[in-house]
């Protein structure tokens, strides 16, 4: 049984009003054909581009192959690079299954389009979020991984830590989301926290993020990655890294502060650290050019 206060809660989100969420099979329709690719029967959507040495790019919690849109042409130039959605982002289908949403799924979804484009392994670039999961995939999965760009990169445990038993109740999870989390405003709000910039957060950038979050399955995607999950949480031992890594951060981050990266740049053996005035957490959108020459810097100067 419901308690008052929850009551009360759920009564004042309903007459608020509740956004609508895009049914994948529309998502599916307005897309070509061409970016996607099947693994395992869910439909996940890659953006795909250039010829030469592999180049993954991993987006942040909250984002989507859209992220790198200001990064794939100039790195195309120069490489074949790959932007999958991640489960639960952007225009790939969301699953039902909560596995699918740890770090292990994010990796297998990862290296699923990875084996379906024919690619045994590609320099990894990631974001925030991404970033963890790049270091997931360099530590558990060395022989796909040739080299490493961390972008205000976590660590695999952060977003394990954050995960609350409030989303193991799917009714509240969403109403919260289709009242309060997945408004305008709210994403507006949490792109202002990510940037040094404010005027960098336009209506355009703010509705492109959105859309791409309120797509059907979004309850199960939002359930699988921040409810609880049983076992012990997922570690990598950085000084363990053997790639060559660049660390990237914005100077001006107010979500992980700088001194996170370049505490992680000392402890990984063959890495160095980049540090960008007047940028926040969103580099690729602040600061896109200074990201691409600093990843096309980085991957010129790996010995072939």
Request: hydrophobic share 45%; net charge neutral.
């Amino acid at each position: 049984m419901r308690s008052p206060a929850l009551a009360a809660l759920a009564s004042a989100l309903a007459v608020s009003g509740c956004v609508t969420l895009t049914p994948f099979t529309e998502v599916r329709a307005n897309l070509p054909a061409e970016s996607f690719v099947t693994i395992g029967g869910q439909q996940v959507h890659v953006e795909h581009d250039g010829s030469g040495e592999p180049v993954v790019l991993i987006h942040g919690f909250g984002g989507s192959s859209y992220s790198w849109r200001h990064l794939v042409p100039t790195l195309a130039t120069r490489y074949e690079v790959v932007a999958p959605d991640l489960n639960g982002f952007g225009w790939t289908e969301r699953p039902s299954e909560g596995e699918a949403y740890t770090l292990e799924g994010q990796a297998a979804l990862v290296l699923g389009v990875l084996d379906a484009l024919g690619i045994a392994s590609a320099h990894v670039v990631g974001h925030s979020y991404g970033g963890g999961l790049a270091l997931w995939l360099a530590a558990r999965h060395p022989e796909r991984v040739r080299s490493l760009v961390l972008v205000d990169s976590t660590l695999p445990t952060y977003s394990v830590a954050r995960r609350k038993r409030v989303a193991r109740f799917r009714p509240f999870v969403s109403l919260a989301l289709r009242s309060v989390l997945l408004r305008h405003s709210f994403v507006r709000r949490g792109l202002m926290r990510s940037v040094a910039d404010p005027k960098s957060v336009t209506d355009e950038l703010v509705e492109a993020y959105a859309d791409r979050l309120r797509v059907e399955g979004v309850v199960d995607a939002y359930q699988g990655l921040t409810a609880p999950v049983s076992g012990p949480p997922p570690r990598v031992d950085l000084a363990e890294i053997r790639q060559p890594t660049l660390v990237v951060w914005g100077a001006d981050d107010r979500l992980l502060d700088a001194r996170v990266g370049e505490e992680a740049a000392r402890m990984i053996p063959a890495a160095r650290f980049l540090l960008l005035a007047r940028c926040g957490h969103l580099p690729m959108e602040e600061q896109p050019e200074e990201l691409a020459r600093a990843v096309l810097d980085f991957l010129a100067a790996l010995p072939r």
